[in-house]
């Protein structure tokens, strides 16, 4: 089975199509594994929960899907993200809002748990260390974990000493040669912010055991342009250009 991995989709469409075009060319797949923020920060909240639909997906809920619905507080977010957040919710229909609201916030997949923020705080937390993805091992039982939320592609690696390495995602990771539990961040697709503006995402072919990580570029004028006529925020649609 072929699993595209996706975080942080954010409401962009055009960055979404490009990815699931480029896994077209590249094979196909089977199935989506979806870390959450579906939406949030975007103009096309409702095509992407659309679009997602289209396919055999397994979500779990990101802190925008939620505050978009209501089932958390949005003084968590900063200004601009709040006004985002008050606009999707006004471009939801009752069925995005049902699909929305009973995202579960832990799923397991075989070897894989899945979370947007963290095993330990699956909505809260961004684990950009290995001091706090350490102690994260402790709250999965899988041997790997798959999550989101920092928009920052990386690997943890935990020993059997119980000691932690935090690395930059390689292109492939070898499961069935690895050793260590892993925390595995496919990076954000449609807001990406490690300074590469290319939408990133992941795919994890089970008979190879082996967890590709690739990088698309997409029509970022096209999303910038659809944010404008949606009255977003300036600075969340300028920050695309730079991926940060």
Not at 97 to 117: P, S
Not at 132 to 156: E, I, M, Q
Not at 216 to 242: F, H, W
């Amino acid at each position: 089975m072929r699993c595209v991995i996706l975080s942080d989709i954010h409401a962009n469409l055009v960055a979404l199509q490009a990815v699931l075009e480029d896994m077209r060319i590249r094979g196909g797949f089977d199935e989506i594994w979806c870390l959450g923020d579906i939406v949030g920060y975007g103009p096309e909240p409702h095509a992407c929960i659309e679009l997602l639909q289209q396919y055999k997906t397994v979500s779990v809920a990101g802190n925008h899907d939620y505050a978009a619905v209501g089932r958390i507080d949005i003084s968590s977010l900063n200004v601009d993200a709040t006004i985002a957040c008050r606009w999707t919710a006004k471009q939801l229909t009752i069925e995005d809002v049902d699909y929305l609201q009973n995202l579960a916030v832990k799923v397991t997949q075989g070897n894989f748990t899945l979370v947007h923020g963290s095993p330990r705080l699956p909505l809260e937390e961004y684990l950009i260390s290995a001091v706090d993805a350490n102690d994260n091992f402790r709250y999965f039982d899988t041997k790997f974990c798959l999550v989101g939320h920092s928009h920052v592609p990386l690997v943890f690696q935990q020993d059997k000493n119980g000691n932690c390495f935090e690395a930059d995602i390689p292109d492939t990771i070898q499961l069935k040669h690895e050793c260590h539990r892993l925390i595995i961040n496919p990076g954000g697709v449609g807001q990406p912010r490690d300074g590469d503006s290319r939408a990133s995402y992941a795919l994890y072919d089970s008979d190879a055991q082996v967890v590709y990580h690739y990088r698309v570029g997409y029509d970022i004028g096209a999303t910038q342009k659809r944010m404008m006529e949606c009255g977003l925020p300036a600075s969340l649609s300028l920050r695309l250009n730079y991926g940060c």
